[in-house]
């Protein structure tokens, strides 16, 4: 998943990275609220892990400034104030968890499934649509400007999860466990066999490519321009 991350201690930020990195996710570090706010606004992310007290602006004001302005990305807010009442503001200004600090990596890891497994059941619908590429989720077909795009079954899995991330990238990692349901790497190339099929298949009737390798992070669909 894609997180974007706004924690101002150094020492806890670089824990949090180096967990989630190891599970796969591709993570965004803002070290204050007013950058954090900024960068919220302006990127499409699955996840947001906002610390509560931030330099400049704190992490509830943005939390209400996404919610006021629509922005419904599910937020895991982490706290050193962890009584009941500090839970309770946090929820109440449009959290959707709380987690106090210290942080255990295994408890963040497995919150951020849940709201990654909510905010996939809230984002199902029956048709994705990124430029003049239709992917039809109930009959499995694609089309491009309207014309036909013959996939496997495992070619049409991988375009799916592309176009429900379209304009983000979707790491090795997502592509194993969504699509071959590996929780590893195990050092294969299956990946790049069907994508470079993909790609031969999407280029005989896009004239532009549609799916990029994003060097070191993984690939990214996108429109054509």
């Not at 009442?85 to 499934?113: N, Q």
Request: charged share 25%; aromatic share 4%.
């Amino acid at each position: 998943m894609h997180i974007l991350l706004v924690e101002d201690d150094p020492r806890v930020a670089a824990y949090l990275c180096k967990g989630l990195e190891e599970e796969g996710h591709v993570v965004d570090l803002r070290e204050d609220g007013r950058s954090g706010l900024l960068q919220a606004s302006t990127e499409r992310y699955d996840i947001i892990l906002l610390d509560r007290m931030l330099p400049h602006v704190d992490g509830l004001k943005i939390l209400q400034t996404l919610r006021a302005t629509g922005d419904a990305t599910p937020v895991l807010i982490l706290s050193a104030l962890g009584d009941v009442d500090e839970r309770v503001k946090g929820l109440r200004a449009g959290g959707d968890d709380y987690l106090a600090k210290p942080v255990a990596i295994s408890e963040l890891l497995a919150r951020v499934e849940a709201l990654g497994r909510r905010g996939t059941l809230t984002e199902e619908v029956a048709e994705l649509r990124v430029g003049a590429l239709v992917v039809d989720r109930l009959g499995h077909a694609v089309t491009i400007e309207g014309r036909p795009v013959d996939l496997t079954a495992r070619e049409y899995q991988i375009l799916e999860l592309l176009a429900r991330h379209a304009g983000r990238v979707v790491t090795r990692s997502m592509l194993l466990e969504h699509v071959w349901n590996y929780h590893f790497d195990p050092q294969t190339n299956v990946i790049d066999q069907h994508l470079s099929r993909l790609r031969q298949k999407l280029a005989l009737v896009s004239p532009v490519p549609l799916v990029h390798t994003v060097r070191g992070a993984g690939y990214m669909l996108r429109p054509g321009e």
